[in-house]
């Protein structure tokens, strides 16, 4: 499943941070809690896919119906307990974490330039804009929240 995700240590890898980033910033404008739909497009930004049996097996473990509401909870309970879900939803944890070599949930931008480039990206204008547009608070830091903000409001699942 790669490094991100196999490693335990004291830092973002082995604990809840991923997941409860990914509930908070997909719940943030809704009261805390989100629909099974929001859930439903949460978890294919993460990389789920559009597998509508998944995401039934996922509800019915957590005994929730299509209108029901998800808190964090349970959430990191149903991916913790659903290994199969868990490394279908990895792909933003395992790629952010590729950059995040000190595992404190944030890497410099000035490391993910870098990183682009030795990686054989061309780091252009427009890259450029759009690593300085995801430091939401122009820290000089990319956090998880904030890429995975930046990530969800490309995709439409959050407003801009």
Not at 138 to 157: A, I, P, S
């Amino acid at each position: 499943m790669g490094d991100l995700m196999s490693k335990k240590s004291s830092g973002w890898e082995g604990d809840d941070r991923y997941l409860q980033t990914e509930f908070s910033v997909m719940a943030k404008d809704h009261g805390g809690v989100l629909s099974t739909g929001q859930l439903t497009k949460l978890l294919m930004a993460l990389g789920f896919g559009g597998d509508e049996a998944l995401t039934e097996m996922l509800l019915k473990g957590m005994h929730k119906e299509r209108e029901d509401t998800i808190t964090l909870d349970e959430y990191v309970e149903a991916l913790k307990s659903h290994e199969d879900v868990m490394v279908k939803t990895s792909k933003l944890r395992v790629i952010f974490g590729n950059f995040d070599d000190a595992n404190e949930g944030r890497v410099s931008k000035s490391k993910i330039k870098t990183r682009l480039r030795v990686m054989d990206f061309e780091v252009d204008d427009n890259m450029l804009k759009a690593i300085e547009e995801t430091d939401a608070d122009k820290d000089g830091y990319v956090t998880y929240e904030e890429f995975l903000t930046k990530h969800l409001k490309n995709k439409g699942f959050i407003p801009k």
